[in-house]
């Protein structure tokens, strides 16, 4: 049996044989251009690790019941995401170092190839939990016309699954402290809350170092937070934010959310608070990716249009503000409380969320 050979393994007759290039194929050969092919076809295999991460992901939050080890996988796999996306962020780095003129000596030749045909790129954002909705209408058209029908078969085949941000919606949901015999958190919570602001208020109004515009500037500010907490206590606001798309995370999961963030340190809610924080990264790795990605457009391109037809710059940053999967996350932030204001658990729930261990002596 013949041994098995490195390049055989990795196929690499084939990987290295992939770079063919449009400026050579027409007799000027553009020296910048096999980079350009190497950096992009770096980004899928790397999409395709990512998608490969994500599967496994979804399935493992498919079961009802999470054992510890199970999201200790999870945010394991997270962070090999996260890893990923910090190397494909320094990837733009090295491409960088081609110049816009470098970039003009084949950059017509590629029409109209663009990102916007990434399969995969768009595969990554459905598992995430970015829906057809979430884009505007011209995005959507794009889409339609730039992928092929095979392509938005099997795209639209994985946004109609459970989206990793729809599991994560009903995992949040289900933690079991909120409510325990007698015990009503939220009710604590909300008292915890309205002491804080209304200390808050009471600094303000103290503060002497303020003028009266700034004075006025600041209770207004205090104002918005105290809505924000309202909307979050009063069930028919919050339904009335989802309806609008203005949050994605039910108010159960938030609720749960934000119980997780609160009490970090005890032990059970360790892995959760990591699995949260490990989303929020990867989150602003894209967000961070898609900015970087707007600068380079516009350094090469100015305001040129992109090979695909978008308006190039100005599209790629309109994207990285718009398409945040886990801004509900983010924004968790504004309803957290000081330690030393956050409301003391009972003992039977404290005791719930540490590690106990018997342990049998013999004298």
């Not at 889409?143 to 095979?150: D, I, P, T, Y």
């Not at 959760?272 to 989303?279: A, F, K, Q, Y």
């Not at 457009?297 to 990285?320: E, V």
Request: aromatic fraction near 10%; charge should be negative; charged fraction near 30%.
């Amino acid at each position: 049996m013949e041994k098995l050979h490195y390049a055989d393994y990795l196929q690499l007759e084939k990987l290295l044989s992939a770079q063919d290039l449009e400026s050579e194929k027409k007799g000027k050969k553009a020296h910048d251009e096999m980079l350009f092919i190497v950096i992009h076809q770096a980004y899928e295999l790397w999409f395709k690790q990512i998608i490969f991460e994500m599967g496994s992901i979804k399935n493992l939050f498919n079961n009802e019941y999470l054992e510890d080890k199970t999201l200790g996988l999870i945010n394991s796999r997270l962070q090999r995401i996260v890893k990923i996306l910090e190397l494909l962020n320094d990837q733009i780095r090295i491409i960088e170092t081609m110049t816009p003129l470098d970039f003009l000596d084949f950059r017509d030749l590629l029409q109209p190839a663009s990102g916007f045909q990434s399969l995969q790129f768009r595969l990554f954002e459905a598992h995430l939990g970015l829906k057809w909705e979430d884009r505007s209408p011209v995005e959507r058209q794009y889409f339609n016309s730039r992928l092929r029908k095979e392509e938005r078969a099997i795209l639209d085949n994985v946004i109609a699954e459970k989206s990793i941000r729809e599991l994560i919606d009903s995992w949040l949901s289900r933690l079991p402290f909120l409510e325990f015999s007698n015990y009503t958190f939220w009710e604590h919570y909300r008292t915890a809350v309205e002491n804080m602001l209304n200390s808050d208020e009471q600094s303000i109004q103290e503060n002497h170092t303020l003028s009266d515009p700034e004075r006025e500037m600041e209770i207004k500010n205090l104002k918005a937070t105290r809505e924000s907490f309202e909307t979050l206590f009063d069930k028919d606001k919050y339904s009335k934010l989802l309806d609008k798309s203005e949050v994605k995370f039910s108010r159960k999961a938030m609720l749960g959310a934000i119980f997780i963030f609160l009490y970090e340190d005890h032990p059970l809610l360790h892995l959760p608070s990591r699995i949260l924080n490990s989303l929020i990264e990867i989150d602003e790795l894209i967000i961070k990716w898609r900015y970087a990605h707007a600068l380079m457009a516009k350094r090469m391109l100015g305001t040129k249009i992109g090979t695909g037809g978008s308006s190039g710059h100005q599209y790629l940053k309109k994207t990285a503000q718009r398409h945040s999967i886990f801004s509900d996350l983010f924004n968790v932030s504004t309803f957290l409380l000081p330690k030393s204001q956050v409301p003391v658990l009972p003992d039977e729930i404290m005791e719930r969320l540490s590690y106990h261990f018997d342990v049998l002596r013999k004298g």
